[in-house]
């Protein structure tokens, strides 16, 4: 059946790094663009970047400009996230998603997003 599983998330001090994974399978992958969203305790879930099906486009938010970056490997079924100087306020749950329809473009609204992961949690603190 259809999953998506994020891995890599963890305990970071400030400035650090972290790649986040996030693994699919049952479907076809190199049709859909994907997604990372975050959600903070009381605060809203957030779109952080994302990716089209074949990796050539992609978008961020600008929170995350310049320190995150999206890649994917079609071959292998998995987007990445890059995450460096890692800051306290990127603490949250970090969760992959399926756009909603093939070859869609990427956008940050998760109301586009149809399939989601468990996610994984990103903790930056000293």
């Known amino acids: 059946q259809l999953q998506l599983v994020e891995s890599g998330g963890s305990l970071v001090q400030p400035g650090g790094s972290l790649r986040l994974s996030c693994a699919a399978s049952?479907?076809?992958?190199?049709?859909?663009?994907i997604g990372w969203f975050r959600q903070a305790p009381g605060k809203e879930r957030e779109g952080v970047s994302c990716i089209s099906n074949t990796g050539g486009g992609t978008n961020y938010a600008d929170s995350v400009k310049g320190r995150f970056t999206i890649s994917r490997d079609n071959a292998n079924n998995t987007v990445y996230l890059q995450m460096n100087s890692l800051q306290p306020e990127d603490t949250a749950i970090y969760f992959c998603a399926r756009r909603r329809g093939p070859l869609r473009p990427c956008v940050l609204s998760g109301h586009d997003y149809e399939y989601w992961g468990q996610g994984t949690q990103v903790t930056v603190s000293p």
């Open positions: 049952g479907f076809s992958f190199n049709y859909y663009a």
